[in-house]
């Protein structure tokens, strides 16, 4: 029979006992926790601040130049006549750049990195600056140059604050990249906290408490790993080979975290600007931006989520042999929330963990449906085709053959078979409401006759 988050036979007086009975066992529950919930913050503010920087950015120039610091020092005559005056003078500087002879031979052969690399000098061999300045000079004459020579200090402020929203590039891309920037750096303290908390329980005599200034030296040594060494490696060597938490060799996707690492290495030291170390690894453009779009900062976040969960996971286990387990079961309620938000990414990272940490050949059936559902939906059936099909399920209860039918797209065979267990009792119909395995037929209406009446 399935055993789903219904029917899980938990003793919650002995986890409860377990987790509260300790002071570190409070603290990893309470990571356990924060491990999504932080994530989760920082996924939902992604549309929030995409909607709110849309909006600003959506702000008339006049608009920004009534709301800078200096607007109430000017009248609204003299606002007026400032942002007609600054748009003569852009509306003069575009009609001079756009009269100016740009020679496009200098662009032959120039690859993108070439491009960001030094802008100002390609504009420069391509165009007679200094002959495009005279012609602007010469075109504000004696009517322009005289009113905009003749700007107090408090009008000059609003007519540039003008000037500036007129030719504002959008800052929504920053933003995001800041967001992602935020999610990715959150994963180095946690580390941290995390071997320092293994070295202190290993060795309590060596160090009076976690405040202890030689723990945390002995910590960060840990976590730089030796020269050379990027962080998200020294982190795998620290925790899996020193401190000997195997569960977070194949728990944690570090192949996945290096590669976000170097990307938030990109926002911080390049400006999100992609240089050659990234491309070689990423296979991303020299000279494109990371991070700037949506999709990807959420897809990031879900990624990095999994990762904090898996981590604090795989130690918690270590610190209580057993603990992990639990986590398995508990892990299947983000899990499915994770898939019925579309949120797969994550979702595959949690199957893992919970495939991880299962105890039996039916928990770890389970975990790898949940972790084919999680890839079906990101990348589509194709993606899980070959593995689904290899899959021996003879040996497993026969709900797992109606689960490999449902995942190869044998709707018909899967469907035959489900009424048969139902109707022996060997899974309950509050399994088929509740198991994203089937929310595809279900939503499909394959599966009315087969649900639980309202209330059951």
């Known amino acids: 029979m399935l055993r789903s988050v219904e029917d899980q036979n938990v003793d919650l007086a002995a986890l409860l006992a377990l987790v509260l009975s300790s002071q570190r066992g409070q603290e990893m529950a309470t990571r356990m926790q924060q491990s999504l919930e932080l994530t989760d913050a920082l996924w939902n ?20 130049a009534d709301g800078s610091p200096v607007a109430p020092f000017v009248d609204a005559d003299r606002r007026c006549a400032l942002q007609q005056l600054a748009d003569r003078f852009r509306g003069l500087v575009a009609e001079t750049l756009q009269g100016q002879p740009f020679d496009e031979s200098v662009l032959d052969g120039l690859s993108r990195a070439d491009l960001v690399a030094d802008p100002f000098a390609i504009v420069n061999r391509g165009m007679d600056t200094p002959a495009y300045v005279d012609q602007v000079l010469q075109g504000m004459g004696a009517e322009l140059a005289p009113q905009l020579l003749g700007l107090s ?6 007519l540039a604050a003008y000037l500036q929203a007129v030719d504002s590039e959008a800052k929504t891309p920053a933003l995001l990249r800041a967001l992602f920037a935020a999610a990715v750096g959150t994963v180095e303290p946690l580390v941290s906290r995390m071997v320092s908390i293994v070295l202190c329980d290993r060795s309590p005599q060596a160090y009076g408490s976690l405040v202890d200034p030689q723990l945390d030296r002995d910590a960060r040594r840990l976590c730089r790993g030796a020269p050379g060494r990027r962080s998200p490696e020294a982190w795998r060597e620290a925790l899996v080979e020193t401190l000997g938490i195997i569960s977070l060799a194949a728990g944690v996707d570090w192949d996945a975290l290096g590669l976000l690492w ?15 170390r990234y491309s070689q690894q990423s296979q991303g453009e020299i000279g494109s931006l990371v991070a700037s779009e949506s999709e990807a900062v959420r897809a990031a976040i879900d990624q990095i989520g999994a990762i904090r969960f898996a981590i604090v996971a795989g130690v918690w286990d270590h610190l209580t042999p057993g603990i992990g387990t639990e986590i398995a079961q508990s892990s299947l309620i983000p899990l499915w929330g994770s898939l019925r938000a579309g949120r797969w990414r994550q979702a595959v990272g949690l199957a893992k963990i919970e495939e991880v940490f299962a105890s039996d050949p039916e928990d770890i059936a389970t975990a790898q449906v949940n972790g084919w559902l999680a890839l079906d939906q990101g990348q589509g059936p194709e993606a899980i085709t070959a593995q689904v099909g290899a899959w021996e399920v003879a040996s497993l209860p026969p709900v797992y053959a109606v689960a490999r039918y449902l995942l190869l797209r044998q709707d018909d065979q899967a469907l035959e078979l489900l009424s048969r267990l139902v109707n022996e009792g060997a899974i309950q119909r509050a399994s088929i409401a509740s198991w994203p395995l089937f929310d595809r037929a279900r939503q499909a209406g394959l599966l009315s006759d087969l649900m639980p009446e309202p209330g059951q």
Do not use: C, K, M
């Not at 200090?153 to 609003?158: F, K, L, R």
């Open 153 to 158: 200090t408090v009008e000059a402020a609003y």
């Open 262 to 276: 170097e990307a938030r290495n990109v926002v911080a030291h390049r400006g999100g600007i992609v240089d050659s």
């Open 45 to 64: 503010l992604v549309p929030v601040v995409t909607a709110a920087s849309e909006r600003y950015e959506q702000r008339t120039p006049a608009d920004v």
